[in-house]
């Protein structure tokens, strides 16, 4: 599978990345009971299988056919399905799913309500739908993150399809945030290579496929230190905060009640 950095992959992606989805997949797995659950941009399935058990049933969606794929040659022994999908347009009928899984997908739509709406029609009345995203603030220059949230912005979009809604962050120790602190810093030396925004004047292909290339080398670049837990950097320096700051790296909504 072609290394994009949008993708988690172990032994490419920085440990303090794959431990940030790690932990935000062991918060929703915290909350849920038996019966059945979608996650909606599976990816490869290697956080989604963890939540298959033998009462709960796991469905995952990814917009790419050979992503999805692979999910289910890794991970259809230990029990997960997986279909090809849009999040906008879910192809499964109404109120098919008590949980709902959005880890790190709405901030990849241009108009964020259609996958809203959507998560909400496929829960069941008294289902439960999860959705983290970057905190607008604490995000890197990201060419596929197309619309970032505040706090405030995704409690009331969130509100308009849930009657029920608790938003919360994300956030991790002072060894996992420097981590992040000195990836940002590299970027940051490497945007100013740039100080008239050239890249924006690009046509949207050409600056992801530079971003993705940049993001391709600096993983390599920076393999040895931080990749493989090599850094040492898991799911247990991140943790859930009702405090939400600038810096909080990730909001963590939970949301009940549908009205879709």
């Given at each position: 599978?072609?290394?994009?950095?949008?993708?988690?992959m172990?032994?490419?992606?920085p440990?303090?990345?794959?431990?940030?989805?790690?932990a935000?997949?062991?918060?929703?797995?915290?909350?849920?009971?038996?019966?059945?659950?979608l996650?909606?941009?599976?990816?490869?399935?290697?956080e989604?299988?963890?939540?298959a058990?033998a009462?709960?049933?796991?469905?995952?969606?990814?917009?790419?056919?050979?992503?999805?794929?692979?999910?289910?040659?890794?991970?259809?022994?230990?029990?997960?399905?997986?279909?090809?999908?849009?999040?906008?347009r879910?192809?499964?009928?109404?109120?098919?799913?008590d949980?709902?899984?959005?880890?790190?997908?709405?901030?990849?739509?241009?108009?964020?309500?259609?996958?809203?709406?959507?998560?909400?029609?496929?829960?069941?009345?008294d289902?439960?739908?999860?959705?983290?995203?970057?905190?607008?603030?604490?995000?890197?220059?990201?060419?596929?993150?197309?619309?970032?949230?505040?706090?405030?912005?995704?409690?009331?979009t969130?509100?308009r399809?849930?009657?029920?809604v608790?938003?919360?962050?994300?956030?991790?120790?002072?060894?996992?945030?420097?981590?992040?602190?000195?990836?940002?810093a590299?970027?940051?030396?490497?945007?100013?290579?740039?100080?008239?925004?050239?890249?924006?004047?690009?046509p949207?292909?050409?600056?992801?496929?530079?971003?993705?290339t940049?993001?391709?080398?600096?993983?390599?670049?920076?393999?040895?230190?931080?990749?493989g837990?090599?850094?040492?950097?898991?799911?247990?320096?991140?943790?859930?905060?009702?405090?939400?700051?600038?810096?909080?790296?990730?909001?963590?909504?939970?949301?009940?009640?549908?009205?879709?």
């Open positions: 599978m072609k290394l994009t950095g949008e993708r988690p172990q032994g490419e992606t440990d303090s990345l794959l431990a940030l989805h790690a935000g997949y062991r918060e929703v797995q915290r909350r849920l009971g038996p019966g059945r659950l996650d909606v941009g599976c990816g490869l399935g290697d989604s299988v963890g939540f058990t009462d709960r049933s796991v469905v995952g969606v990814d917009y790419d056919p050979a992503t999805a794929a692979s999910a289910v040659a890794a991970h259809g022994p230990s029990g997960l399905d997986a279909i090809c999908g849009d999040g906008s879910i192809g499964i009928r109404d109120g098919s799913f949980y709902v899984c959005s880890s790190h997908l709405i901030e990849h739509f241009v108009d964020p309500e259609l996958h809203v709406r959507e998560v909400s029609r496929v829960l069941a009345d289902g439960t739908a999860f959705f983290l995203t970057p905190n607008a603030p604490a995000d890197f220059e990201n060419p596929y993150h197309v619309y970032l949230f505040t706090p405030e912005d995704l409690r009331a969130l509100g399809h849930f009657a029920e608790e938003v919360v962050g994300l956030d991790a120790n002072e060894t996992a945030k420097a981590d992040f602190e000195q990836r940002r590299v970027a940051d030396r490497l945007l100013r290579l740039d100080p008239l925004g050239l890249r924006h004047r690009l949207r292909g050409a600056f992801v496929w530079l971003h993705a940049g993001r391709r080398l600096a993983y390599r670049y920076t393999s040895s230190s931080q990749t837990g090599s850094s040492g950097i898991t799911a247990e320096d991140f943790q859930l905060t009702e405090s939400i700051d600038p810096t909080t790296l990730v909001l963590f909504a939970v949301c009940r009640r549908p009205t879709d």
